[in-house]
């Protein structure tokens, strides 16, 4: 039991990663026709996050994959009940990459207009949708004991699910204005800040229904009944949101974007520390539900993969954060021109 727990908080650590890596590029792409007034404005969003953006997508992979392997049933079934939500996502996400390479190489309107379209829907749809899945896993799917989906597309867009959706929406989109905060000056700089400062208000009232929503909407709050202790992870979040904002009036942009970063964590984390030992909860029958001992794969696979992990995450996360720390500085006019600029 002690392993299957050990990687039900890695599967979780690795979804939050993900969403605190991705989450400012999706945001810069949501913010894209709003703070991009000019064609050199969305070159330097694009810019900014250019280096990055594709090594984020390593912790989807890697979430996918641990999912797989050492929760397999629980990915036949997420992969079965969630089909057309995840298929959307993988869909937008690579023609927001595609978008990235194809933008720059005509000048024409016409061109760039749709690229400029894929780019902030390829932006806007996987956030939306990663929280209305989130949303609808705290609150259970309805599949039955062979793991068949009852409902549709539209069986997730429950008011709870909606407003998952939209927190997350929320969560990246100040996560990329304080990105581009950092690494953009003058009028796109100004209109970022400006950005953080309108949606950090909003952020606070949409997290914090969405926690007491989740009061009636899920079982969430039964862990934390009995162990209060996990409330520390909502203090956490809350305690993010507010330094971040702290330090962007004091225009101490990287470290506000790092307390953005612990805000996502640890509000990822409010739902998987209430789900425990849930996976993917049946909303039809509580005992249908797969959980991180009934879908586990063997003790020994379990062992195994746990080897590989300790060795190669911390070497990945040093280096995103050697990474990040790179490309922290400010982007140049002159930059654009770059051969490998895009």
């Not at 927001?96 to 207009?113: D, H, I, N, Q």
């Not at 956030?127 to 009852?150: E, M, T």
């Not at 989109?173 to 581009?180: D, F, K, T």
């Not at 003058?186 to 950090?200: E, F, H, T």
Request: aromatic share 16%.
């Amino acid at each position: 039991m002690i392993m299957q727990s050990i990687w039900f908080f890695l599967w979780g650590l690795l979804w939050a990663l993900f969403f605190m890596t991705s989450g400012f590029d999706l945001g810069i792409g949501i913010l894209y026709p709003f703070l991009g007034k000019t064609d050199t404005d969305k070159k330097m969003m694009i810019n900014s996050l250019g280096p990055l953006w594709d090594g984020n997508e390593v912790w989807l992979i890697t979430a996918g994959g641990v999912t797989f392997a050492a929760f397999p049933l629980v990915y036949a079934t997420m992969f079965s009940t969630l089909y057309v939500p995840l298929m959307l996502i993988l869909f937008t996400l690579i023609i927001r990459g595609v978008s990235f390479e194809f933008r720059g190489l005509s000048e024409k309107k016409a061109w760039t207009f749709i690229w400029d379209s894929c780019i902030f829907v390829g932006s806007l749809a996987p956030a939306l949708l990663f929280g209305v899945a989130f949303a609808n896993i705290f609150s259970g799917i309805p599949f039955d004991a062979n793991g068949v989906f009852q409902g549709n597309l539209f069986t997730l867009l429950t008011p709870y699910g909606i407003l998952g959706g939209i927190v997350f929406v929320l969560l990246f989109a100040m996560h990329g204005s304080l990105w581009l905060c950092i690494r953009t000056e003058n009028d796109l700089q100004a209109r970022s800040i400006k950005a953080v400062s309108v949606l950090w208000p909003v952020i606070v009232a949409g997290v914090a229904g969405f926690v007491a929503y989740s009061k009636f909407a899920t079982n969430l709050f039964e862990n934390y009944s009995k162990y209060p202790a996990l409330y520390l992870i909502i203090v956490l979040a809350v305690a993010g949101l507010v330094v971040a904002r702290i330090l962007a009036a004091k225009k101490m942009y990287f470290r506000a974007w790092g307390a953005s970063c612990v805000a996502i964590v640890f509000t990822t984390f409010f739902g998987i520390a209430g789900l425990f030992p849930n996976l993917f909860p049946s909303s039809i029958d509580k005992n249908l539900s797969l959980t991180a001992f009934n879908s586990s794969s063997s003790p020994l696979t379990l062992r195994i993969m746990l080897i590989v992990v300790l060795i190669f995450i911390p070497m990945v996360l040093a280096y995103q954060g050697w990474a990040y720390k790179l490309f922290s500085h400010k982007i140049k006019e002159e930059d654009l021109h770059h051969e490998e600029a895009y």
